[in-house]
């Protein structure tokens, strides 16, 4: 399967949203720590005004009567508080826009405390974010030190940006996989230089696969906070992972319990990447070619549907030459299969289940 998630954020990001290496990833994630403040605020005590001289402008004024600057993304958020599209909004005059804010967020609904992340490095502050109370922040600053801690700088050890077909680069803000803005981050690394042999890896053959991760998350709600690991052939220019396998991630809501699951969750996640070693796959590879599958019926028909069961078992006879008979082939006849699915999500709940079956060995 093709990974497109890093080729999206390459084509998307602007240069200020690019960095070179994850030491200056983390100082901009520091400094945007540093000079960010939480507070939790009743939505009477917010009030949406007009800039003057500035058609289209707001800020928003809190109970110390001091106007703050409002991001595209806290816009579109504090519109859903007041219950209006913010499409709408962004098209209608600065004072009508005000005046539907504030009758959405006091008059229409309920009073409610509004959790608003605020940001000022010199000049007008702004609201980053406006969300629920309970919001569970993981500051951007606290993943990129960890992965800082495990993985260094991002561009000289053997985790670091990856290549163009295997081969080495100069990371630039051009080809770079080290994301971050006012919103979200982003960061792909792999280890190209100790790849893993795996026996039987196309059509009987042996092949070379690197190990590669993603890592995202939002202080501001826009997305969840998460950790994929895979194995993967090649990353293009563009940044598409070829031939992915057994890609498997670790999501987590920013609920009031986010920060305490970082810990528990996604640091031992990142963790275990580091330390392990191409031995262990390989090891596990190995032992699943060992461990036999005595009813290859029973077995897939306990983990897929009766037609993708059937479609398993042709793709491995059809790239093998021979019937299913062990944990890999298994491992091996459903990724086979997902390559011919269409849509990303159900080929990567594939690969997940591929990834479960291979765990079967350890």
């Not at 605020?41 to 110390?64: F, H, I, K, T």
């Amino acid at each position: 399967m093709e990974l497109m998630q890093a080729s999206r954020q390459w084509a998307s990001r602007p240069q200020d949203e690019r960095f070179v290496s994850l030491l200056e990833l983390h100082a901009f994630t520091k400094q945007v720590r540093e000079n960010s403040r939480a507070k939790v605020l009743s939505s009477r005590d917010v009030v949406m005004q007009p800039v003057e001289g500035d058609a289209r402008g707001l800020v928003c004024v809190g109970p110390n009567g001091g106007p703050v600057a409002l991001t595209h993304w806290s816009f579109g958020q504090f519109a859903g508080l007041a219950g209006s599209p913010a499409g709408y909004l962004r098209e209608l005059p600065a004072p009508l826009a005000a005046d539907c804010l504030n009758y959405g967020m006091h008059v229409k609904r309920d009073i409610q405390d509004v959790g608003v992340l605020l940001y000022k490095n010199g000049g007008t502050p702004e609201v980053r974010a406006a969300t629920g109370p309970g919001y569970g922040r993981v500051w951007n600053e606290s993943i990129v030190g960890s992965l800082v801690d495990r993985f260094g700088d991002g561009v000289t050890g053997d985790w670091r940006v990856p290549g163009e077909f295997g081969k080495s680069i100069t990371v630039t803000k051009d080809n770079t996989t080290l994301y971050a803005s006012d919103r979200d981050m982003f960061v792909f690394l792999a280890d190209e230089q100790n790849r893993i042999t795996v026996p039987g890896r196309r059509y009987g053959a042996p092949g070379e696969m690197a190990r590669g991760f993603f890592v995202w998350n939002s202080e501001t709600g826009s997305r969840t906070l998460g950790v994929a690991t895979f194995l993967f052939d090649y990353v293009c220019c563009n940044r598409i992972v070829w031939g992915a396998e057994q890609y498997k991630h670790v999501t987590i809501r920013h609920t009031a319990g986010a920060p305490d699951r970082f810990l528990e969750e996604v640091g031992p996640a990142l963790r275990e990447m580091s330390q392990s070693s191409s031995h262990d796959v390989v090891a596990l590879i190995g032992e699943a070619k060992k461990k036999r599958v005595d009813n290859v019926d029973e077995f897939l028909a306990k983990r897929f549907t009766k037609s993708q069961a059937k479609a398993i078992a042709a793709a491995h006879l059809s790239d093998e030459g021979r019937p299913i008979e062990s944990l890999w082939d298994v491992t091996t006849g459903v990724t086979a299969y997902a390559r011919g699915i269409q849509y990303q999500d159900e080929r990567v709940a594939l690969e997940r289940e591929a990834g479960k079956i291979l765990d079967m060995a350890a």
